[in-house]
Structures are given as structure tokens and as C-alpha cells.
């Protein structure tokens, strides 16, 4: 597994909004450089996320393209300075990046909304339900390559059950809580442990029934990470390859609009509950 390239996801957010910023003002590189008093390229690798950029300067960046969102400017300055460096930087050797990316974006959001079809929520799964779906994995995984997989996703599960924990909302469809991964005995496990964490006060978890006539998705796990502010928001979309990052302003509203409409389609938490409940019977 090659390593994770220094550059996180983060850093390269930060680079991004700096250049909305700069586009929005109507300035080029080089005015905005000379603004700044600096070289064009100074401008070029900040926004590329190459250079480290100082709470001061982002600050002095934002009053020269006229931004007057304070707690956008705030957001924005909190994410300069060291890298953290959490728990997800001792999976780097034996992850992909993308992987690690996901983790870091977990820690720093403010909020999770998810929604899957055929797999439970990664953030709900318990240990026996992550290793029997690593088993199908094509190709074949290896013992100490499942496990990896198992501890990391276990780790990440801190921000719902630690000390700081952040409001998750997972909408699932009923083909989700029916995979029956693992055998009978792995799938109550889970059904057991959805329906547990759903009575937690910062999860609610939303099932979509078999009746429902229409479902607004392709069927591609969806996560919508929510930022400091708005603008902040990333939308993550999974797929065996790989997983994908949006944070352009139509791509969100887009997925925002998606998830809402899911949530018509879903059942009511006690429903949804009562449903799990009855599904792991029938297991």
C-alpha cells in the first residue's frame, strides 16, 4: 500500500475556498498576489494547498476579496496552522488514502447524514458484520487486511459513541437490514446493534420499506458531512474503486435535495426501529 501523500484533503479544502474567494472578487492570481504583496505563484500553490497559509493571512485574503462572512472567515482560519495528525494517521501504510481522508473528515464535521441501500451505515457496523463483508471482497483479502479494516472502522466510530459526539442521521433501506452478511447469527448481532443506536439522543436512523413506491437514489452510499458553516459541507459518494469528494456549491444542493427526499420516502424513527426489530426476528 503506498503511502499517504502529505497533502490531506483539509488542506487541499482550504486551497480550494481560497480560490472560490479570489474568483468571486473577479481578481486573477497575479492581482490578487499583488494585493497581497507577493509573487503570482505564492497565490498559485496556497490555493493548491502546497504552501502552509497562516490564520493572519487568510484573514488579510478575505478582506481583499470583500468577504464579510465572519463565521465563513472563522471556519476558514481554523483550518490553518499544524496538521492534526489523529488516530487515522497509524493506517496510512495499509489503507488507501481515500480511506483516510474519510476518517479526518468525520473527525472535523459538525454533523453526518448518510444513506445506504445494500449495506448497513460503516459508522453502525458491528466488528462480525465488517468482517463478513470484507470476506466477499474481489479480490480476497487477506486475515491481517480484514482486520486492519475492522479496527479502523471501529476507531471511527468515536464520533458518535466518544465524549464529543456529533448528530448522525442514517437513512437505510429495507434491502440493507435483509443482506443477512455473515449468517443468521451476525445479522441479529447487527440488526441488534442498528436498533440500539438508534435510541441513542445523536442518531436516528431512518428505514425505507420495501412499499415505497419511488427512491430518489442510484443506490450509491451517499455521506454528507456537515462543516463548521455551509460552505464547509462535503458530499462523499463510495464505490468499490474508490470514493469521491464534492464540495461545489450545485453538488451540494443537489445531494441535500436527494437526502430530503429520502427522508420522505423513510419511515418515522419508531417505525423504523419497530421494523428492525421484526427483521432481525425473521432472520
Known amino acids: 500500500?503506498?503511502?499517504?501523500?502529505?497533502?490531506?484533503?483539509?488542506?487541499?479544502?482550504?486551497?480550494?475556498?481560497?480560490?472560490?474567494?479570489?474568483?468571486?472578487?473577479?481578481?486573477?492570481?497575479?492581482?490578487?498576489?499583488?494585493?497581497?504583496?507577493?509573487?503570482?505563484?505564492?497565490?498559485?500553490?496556497?490555493?493548491?494547498?502546497?504552501?502552509?497559509?497562516?490564520?493572519?493571512?487568510?484573514?488579510a485574503m478575505a478582506r481583499n476579496y470583500a468577504c464579510a462572512d465572519e463565521a465563513y472567515v472563522d471556519a476558514l482560519t481554523s483550518m490553518t496552522g499544524a496538521r492534526v495528525r489523529g488516530w487515522w494517521e497509524e493506517y496510512q501504510d495499509v489503507l488507501p488514502p481515500a480511506l483516510i481522508d474519510i476518517a479526518e473528515l468525520e473527525h472535523h464535521a459538525s454533523a453526518l447524514r448518510v444513506a445506504v441501500v445494500l449495506h448497513m451505515p460503516g459508522l453502525l457496523q458491528t466488528p462480525a458484520?465488517?468482517?463478513?463483508?470484507?470476506?466477499?471482497?474481489?479480490?480476497?483479502?487477506?486475515?491481517?487486511?480484514i482486520e486492519h479494516r475492522v479496527s479502523y472502522r471501529m476507531k471511527r466510530q468515536a464520533v458518535l459513541f466518544g465524549a464529543e459526539s456529533i448528530p448522525y442521521t442514517a437513512i437505510v433501506h429495507e434491502a440493507a437490514l435483509r443482506m443477512a452478511f455473515?449468517?443468521?447469527?451476525?445479522?441479529?448481532?447487527?440488526?441488534?446493534?442498528?436498533?440500539?443506536?438508534?435510541?441513542?439522543?445523536?442518531?436516528?436512523?431512518?428505514?425505507?420499506?420495501?412499499?415505497?413506491?419511488?427512491?430518489?437514489?442510484?443506490?450509491?452510499?451517499?455521506?454528507?458531512?456537515?462543516?463548521?458553516?455551509?460552505?464547509?459541507?462535503?458530499?462523499v459518494l463510495d464505490s468499490d474503486h474508490t470514493c469521491e469528494f464534492l464540495d461545489a456549491e450545485a453538488q451540494l444542493a443537489r445531494y441535500r435535495a436527494v437526502l430530503d427526499r429520502m427522508e420522505t420516502?423513510?419511515?418515522s424513527p419508531e417505525a423504523s426501529r419497530a421494523l428492525i426489530h421484526r427483521v432481525a426476528r425473521e432472520v
Open 1 to 59: 500500500m503506498p503511502s499517504r501523500p502529505s497533502l490531506t484533503l483539509r488542506q487541499q479544502r482550504l486551497g480550494v475556498e481560497l480560490r472560490k474567494l479570489r474568483e468571486r472578487a473577479g481578481f486573477s492570481s497575479t492581482e490578487a498576489a499583488s494585493l497581497l504583496g507577493g509573487p503570482q505563484s505564492r497565490i498559485s500553490n496556497i490555493e493548491a494547498g502546497r504552501y502552509a497559509v497562516s490564520a493572519d493571512r487568510v484573514r
Open 265 to 267: 420516502r423513510a419511515l
Open 129 to 145: 458484520h465488517v468482517r463478513a463483508v470484507m470476506a466477499e471482497s474481489v479480490p480476497p483479502m487477506r486475515p491481517h487486511e
Open 182 to 235: 455473515g449468517g443468521p447469527e451476525v445479522a441479529r448481532e447487527q440488526l441488534a446493534a442498528l436498533a440500539e443506536a438508534s435510541e441513542r439522543d445523536n442518531v436516528s436512523v431512518r428505514v425505507v420499506p420495501f412499499g415505497q413506491a419511488s427512491f430518489p437514489a442510484s443506490g450509491q452510499p451517499i455521506t454528507y458531512a456537515s462543516g463548521a458553516v455551509p460552505q464547509l459541507d462535503t458530499v
